[in-house]
């Protein structure tokens, strides 16, 4: 494999990873509180409607855009997407933003779910759309990312096989830990993985303009690191004007 397959690979399963563990968090409250037949359902639907879209977008992508143009657009789009989870990701860790807590988002959740009405015995409408609705947003953004990494490299089993490993290594860890998902450095991940879709989001922007890249996929590590020295100076520099640290919140 290649350097940047094996990127594209860990871009995928680390984003993946994140974004499942915040749906699986909603998925237990809603199995917890209003039943888990109705939220695995739930679950399960919004698991089939997102394949379906891979299915649907990517194979096309895939096949019938131009790879330069094709390249461009999707560099771009990982270039914002990508930018936005580092502002973040720096803002956490130096202070100016609540860490991400996934105990608080449970309680949140069971909380809100208390006031939606009694719960159903068999099919609980409440917990099948509240698991559905959480699985689907989280996922939306994992399907983002496969079809933008898998289409431009022409890899979208790849990028499709390494959100299956995180989905599969999500489900079997929370099925053994349960709610304590906090467990999991999910601040951190965050980080790794806008480093990395900022990364490839420069490296196809200058491809698909044309920009031949020096030692052409090594310089995706060239990319990374001066991200990651990058973050060494942006994160001190923020944290000397970050106000008190305040408790954690879900958004």
Known sequence: MTTSEWVLMAAVFGASTVEMVEALTIVLAAGTSRGWRSALEGAAAAVGVLGVLVAAVGVPLVRYVPIDALRVVVGALLLSLGMS???????????????????????????????????????????????????????????????????????????????????????VVGAIVARQLSKVPENLIKLVVGIMLTSFGLFWVGEGAGIHWPGSDLFLLALVGSLVVLTSVVVPWLARTAPSRTAPVSS
């Open 85 to 171: 989870w580092l502002r973040k990701a720096w803002l956490r860790a130096s202070g100016h933003k609540a860490l991400h807590d996934e105990d608080a988002i449970y309680a949140e959740t069971v909380a809100g779910l208390a006031v939606d009405g009694p719960r159903v015995r068999t099919r609980d409408p409440v917990g099948f759309a509240v698991a559905f609705k959480g699985v689907f947003l989280e996922g939306t953004e994992v399907v983002l990312i496969v079809i933008s990494l898998g289409a431009s490299q022409g890899r979208l089993a790849l990028a499709s096989l390494a959100a299956l490993a995180a989905l599969v290594m999500v489900v």
